[in-house]
C-alpha cells in the first residue's frame, strides 16, 4: 500500500469513528488486534470505542499531524470535549478540556492490527 493509500484509508476509518458507524468498523480494524500491548479484538475495540463516545458525548477525532510509510500510521490527534465523571482516574465532571493522543498504528491488508497509544494526561491536569 503506498502512502497515499494508507492515509486515506486512516482518515476513512477517523471519519467512521466521529460518526459512531460501529458495523463499518471491522472494514478498517482487523478482528485479532491489539491495543498497547494487549489483544483485546475487533469486539474490544469497538467496546472501548462505545464507552469512550458514551462517556464524552461530545467526542470528535481531529486529525492534527499524519505520517504514513507502507504499514505504519503515526497520528496526532486533539481532542476539545467534555468527558462526564472521571476520565483517566480524574474528576473532569463536564468540565470542556482540550488535549492530544499520539498514536501509532501497524496495517496489514489495509487493516489496524497494533495500536500504540498514548494520552497527554498532564495537559488536561494543567486545565483543572
Known amino acids: 500500500m503506498t502512502q497515499a493509500d494508507l492515509s486515506g484509508v486512516y482518515r476513512d476509518y477517523i471519519a467512521c469513528l466521529n460518526q459512531q458507524d460501529w458495523p463499518k468498523l471491522g472494514q478498517f480494524v482487523d ?3 491489539c491495543h498497547n500491548g494487549r489483544q483485546i479484538r475487533l469486539s474490544g475495540y469497538r467496546q472501548m470505542l462505545e464507552r469512550d463516545f458514551h462517556e464524552i458525548p461530545d467526542l470528535h477525532f481531529n486529525i492534527q499531524l499524519l505520517i504514513c510509510d507502507a504499514c505504519y500510521v503515526a497520528s496526532r490527534l486533539s ?19 482540550s488535549f492530544a493522543e499520539n498514536v501509532f498504528y501497524e496495517f496489514r491488508a489495509k487493516k489496524i492490527v497494533q495500536v500504540w497509544s498514548v494520552i497527554d494526561k498532564a495537559a488536561i491536569e494543567a486545565q483543572l
Do not use: E, H, Q
Not at 83 to 89: A, E, H, K
Open 31 to 33: 478482528d485479532a488486534v
Open 79 to 97: 481532542f476539545d470535549c467534555s468527558p462526564r465523571g472521571t476520565f483517566l482516574g480524574l474528576d473532569i465532571n463536564g468540565k470542556r478540556v
